[in-house]
């Protein structure tokens, strides 16, 4: 039995501006809930959550997203639609033959807007890619805790992805920042047999540790690199009023 990874659930100030702009962006639906706003995935596009709290911090974030390019035109026009929703560039010390565009949303999450011929993404969809700081460690916990199998793992980076293809989920490897404060941004899953309570004691067994900061509705764990993530119960999975 493996859990679902539902969304990754981020913090921002105002959890609207940015959930408009990526479900403009991505050309989503907005489901507002009592935990915020939902931006539905599917079989194999990861979901967002946007939740009250922090915004975005270099630094401080331990995740970003990466949108892929069908062509040239593609990309600049990605570019140019962020930029008018709200996004600003964002100088992370890329060098200037590097073709991604590095921007920032409205609540001041870095992402990329990837080159078109990127043959890793190829095949992944618009979201290409959740890049995480990590070892590899929490790379293979990762892989077991879903089901993903492993599609990339070298120089202790790794890559998972679902069976069914899509977004892939990537950890960087050493050296990973000392973690000094909770994270902005957190998986989200749900138990994919409907057992809240044993998709914790599974992922209890597979390295995760439980944490005594429960909220309503969930079981809060940390994987091994002691990022925290929430077990939702099977009622998380999108139901509530669907406001765009």
């Known amino acids: 039995m493996h859990s679902r990874l539902l969304a990754v659930t981020v913090e921002a100030q105002d959890p609207a ?19 915020g706003a939902f931006l539905p995935g599917d079989d194999t596009q990861l979901g967002l959550r946007f939740v009250p709290g922090r915004g975005g911090q270099l630094g401080a974030d331990r995740m970003h997203l990466h949108l892929t390019s069908a062509d040239p ?28 565009v590095v921007l920032a949303d409205p609540a001041g999450y870095a992402f990329c807007v990837i080159e078109h011929g990127n043959a890793y993404l190829a095949g992944c969809g618009p979201l290409g890619e959740l890049a995480c700081d990590g070892t590899r460690e929490v790379g293979l916990f990762w ?7 492993l599609v990339w793992d070298q120089d202790e980076e790794t890559a998972i992805q679902s069976p069914r293809g899509g977004t892939k989920v990537a ?5 990973v920042a000392p973690k000094k404060e909770p994270n902005r941004q957190r998986f989200e899953l749900i138990p994919a047999a409907g057992d809240q309570q044993a998709a914790v004691d599974e992922l209890v067994s597979l390295g995760a540790t439980r944490l ?33």
């Open 73 to 100: 035109d593609q990309q600049q026009h990605t570019v140019a639609m962020a930029l008018r929703l709200g996004g600003r560039h964002l100088d992370v010390g890329q060098r200037p033959e590097e073709e991604h």
């Open 17 to 35: 501006r940015p959930a408009e702009f990526w479900a403009a962006l991505l050309g989503r639906e907005i489901i507002e809930d009592a935990l």
């Open 171 to 175: 950890w960087g490897g050493p050296p």
């Open 212 to 244: 005594e900061i429960d909220e309503p509705g969930a079981v809060t764990l940390a994987d091994p690199d002691g990022n925290e993530f929430h077990v939702r119960g099977p009622a998380a999975g999108g139901t509530g009023q669907r406001s765009r």
């Open 143 to 149: 892989s077991e805790a879903l089901g993903w199998p």
